[in-house]
């Protein structure tokens, strides 16, 4: 099998002439299990622990249209043109906000044309680069992780087609500043694509940004929400995108069940503002206990935490599985070094049993 996929790739990287980076999701639970007999704790794909509020159970429960095909539910972008404070005609959904990413490739992007990418950063966007036969111009950022605008207003070019910016930044966790962004908006004629996947546990956020015709600003209710599985997402965007959006997107990109979860969600922000709370809690405590192990993180807006871990970031994640707890190794992220490592904050139990395993690799360094 694998080496069929091989030849595949092979096959198909000969005809289109370009080398796919293929998104590699983290190890699951399951694998663990299967590779080194441990029930793991996940802390590595950012999700909710607590899972989505109660009431998407009940709308699951009272679905019954498996047979037909989905449509658009108006009360949804209702309630998010509520809960963001924009106009509805302005809000597009997606199969996550990955679905919605390339349907922007679509819209954008034309083989030979520029990308540009401040790394580290989420690695789906070079995945989509590849595919789209783009050519990526990936920007260091600064000290801070924060972008370099002058960096990046260099890079651009008349080839130029999308400059992507994840605030909060995954895998480093900061945020960046509005003013930074603005200047980058204001400044060039291509799209810019800010993605705000982590938008509910960050101070602020660049969503006014999306009043600018060249901004499209992605959320998503796989993170904050805990609908990861239901893969929907959405962006906003000037209208004349809008259209443009929908004549590229898939038929059916969203299944009304997921739709009628998300209203759900946005029906009870009280309780995914709770969850928010008790994990940003959860990550100064975390932030904390890895300080006091002479552990170097990084402060985060995120639901997450950037680590520089003692020995290689792969042998650590490693020593972490057999010890019961999977954590991202980041060192194959563009950008990063080979000490990354990415930590998802969990609920305090599963924090505890993350600071245990690591006691105990510590003490048998
Ligand atoms: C998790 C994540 C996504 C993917 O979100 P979906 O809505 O589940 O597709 C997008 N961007 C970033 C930065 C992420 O970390």
Redesign the pocket.
């Known amino acids: 099998m694998e080496r069929d996929r091989d030849k595949n790739r092979k096959i198909l990287e000969k005809i289109r002439g370009i080398e796919i980076h293929e998104y590699k999701s983290g190890l699951s639970v399951e694998e663990a299990e299967r590779l080194y007999g441990v029930k793991a704790i996940k802390l590595a794909?950012?999700e909710n622990p607590y899972g989505p509020t109660p009431k998407v159970y009940d709308a699951l429960r009272n679905f019954s249209f498996f047979n037909v095909y989905p449509k658009e539910i108006p009360e949804l972008k209702q309630a998010l043109a509520d809960y963001l404070g924009v106009e509805e005609s302005r809000i597009v959904l997606?199969?996550?906000?990955?679905?919605?990413?390339d349907s922007i490739f679509k819209m954008f992007v034309d083989k030979g044309d520029e990308v540009i990418i401040p790394i580290p950063?989420?690695s789906?966007y070079h995945t989509l680069s590849s595919i789209y036969s783009a050519r990526v111009i990936n920007v260091e950022r600064r000290e801070d992780f924060g972008i370099d605008v002058d960096a990046i207003l260099n890079a651009v070019s008349n080839k130029t087609k999308l400059i992507f910016i994840?605030s909060p930044?995954?895998p480093t966790g900061n945020s960046e500043r509005f003013e930074d962004v603005k200047a980058i908006v204001e400044s060039v004629d291509c799209a810019v694509f800010i993605?705000e996947?982590?938008a509910e546990f960050a101070d602020e956020n660049l969503l006014k940004l999306s009043d600018y015709e060249n901004v499209i600003i992605?959320r998503?209710?796989?993170?904050a929400f805990g609908l990861?599985n239901l893969?929907?997402?959405y962006a906003v965007m000037d209208e004349e995108l809008v259209k443009y959006y929908k004549a590229v997107s898939p038929p059916f990109p969203v299944s009304t069940i997921a739709q009628l979860c998300a209203l759900q969600c946005l029906g009870d922000l009280e309780y995914m503002r709770d969850c928010v709370e008790k994990i940003k809690a959860e990550r100064e405590r975390l932030f904390r206990e890895l300080k006091k192990r002479g552990i170097k993180a990084f402060p985060s807006q995120a639901n997450f935490l950037f680590t520089k871990s003692p020995i290689k970031a792969s042998e650590f994640v490693l020593e972490l599985i057999k010890r019961g707890v999977i954590v991202r190794d980041c060192s194959n992220f563009l950008g990063c070094d080979e000490f990354s490592v990415r930590v998802s904050v969990g609920k305090p139990e599963e924090n505890d049993a993350f600071l245990r395993a690591l006691d105990d690799l510590l003490a048998n360094l």
Do not use: E, L
């Open positions: 794909s950012n997606g199969a996550g906000s990955d679905g919605v990413m950063t989420f789906y994840c930044n995954n993605d996947a982590y992605s998503t209710f796989s993170k990861a893969r929907i997402g």
